[in-house]
């Protein structure tokens, strides 16, 4: 497809003066909890930290500035199925672009995949070869970002949302094949198109290779499982479960069996919502023990201005109970599960316990994951935390580069 075929009128994105005047009310109007002894983050958010975070917010962060940048890019609301999905778009710079869809993940917003976008769409302005370029299409999930509100849908989860981006690309934008990418829940409903819509893909690349049915089990909450700790495993490593277990076992409980009732706080409080996903950007990136230096004070939020505006948190947090509540079902019984040619990228800080970079992929080869993929590229990185493409953009751009050469 030419970009002069794009038939879409895009839509800038644009935030009322109203909502923001009452956003930098409501952060000035905080009601602050006592945080005593909670210096070392041990009970959480460090109120330190987030008041001086707030105030900012409040104060001087410019959104406009952030709209600014965002509206370099071709944005678009459609309805796929009487669902609002919004996308922006950089059109391929090379003599035959692929369309690629990226699809984000929690606490994530389409922005973070803004590190990667021009060179992906145009790897000839940044010393590629322009043969490789993609026609990059980054959607927000549904529930997500400006692809609100989403009340009659309240049962939205991974692989329903891979249904509609397939709907999305092939019927509403006219693709009769493309790639797509993703990480986190991204990597799922990019794992589910590679799944049931293999044969209309020129392959995927995910920033993790977890099982489609990771959410399916009976205690999907519980990020152990309920398995007990051995007691003969070195204390080191028994120290770096726990570390992990500690990491994700709030998020995944809350999101999967209460979302709706800490999403009352955090829809009426912009510094409770701020407290709650700052604490999954601080334990998750590879920030060397300051979140600054993967995110600054702006970025963070220009990311949290943008589910706050859109009031997608309730909406954004019910995907993790939805794809326990609706569990994931094959849709054929091949081998491999995700027959689509297959790209993965590993990061050093989310190494299994125990695990270097070095043995990373041949780990993950003798593990029961790795007979689901149809994998064809490996990566493991030293650097880098959960945001993948964001933390380390240039790895994450040659390693999807890698995954699509000889399958264009």
Known sequence: MKPSDFALQPSPIFVSEELL?????????????????????????????????????ANEFDWRKSEKAINAYEHYQVEVDGVPVHFMRKPGVGPNPVPLILSHGWPW????????????????????????AFDVIVPSLPGFGFSTPLPNNPDMNFWKIADLWHTLMTDVLGYAKYAAAGCDVGALVTGQLGHKYSGELYAIHIGSALKLSFFSGERAWDFAGGRPLPDNI???????????DRRFASHLAVHVLDPGTLAYGLSDSPAGMLAWILERWVKWSDNKGNIENVFSKDDLLTHATIY??????????RIYANANRYPWTP?????????APTGITFVGYENPPGITTGNRVQHFLESDRAPWYNHVNIAAHDEGGHFIPWEIPDKWVDDLRRTFRGRR
């Open 234 to 244: 070195p204390a080191n490593i028994r120290l770096q479960i726990l570390e992990v």
């Open 331 to 339: 849709a054929h019984h091949r081998s491999p599960v995700i027959e």
């Open 109 to 132: 917003t389409f922005w973070h995949w803004s590190k990667v976008i021009d060179p992906l769409a145009d790897p000839g302005a940044f010393g590629g070869d322009p043969a490789e």
């Open 308 to 317: 706050w505006v859109n009031n997608a948190i309730e909406t954004s947090m």
């Open 21 to 57: 005047a009452d956003l930098r009310h409501r952060l000035r109007s905080t009601r602050w909890p006592l945080d005593a002894g909670n210096d070392d983050w041990f009970y959480g958010v460090n109120r330190s930290y987030l008041e001086g975070l707030v105030d900012y917010w």
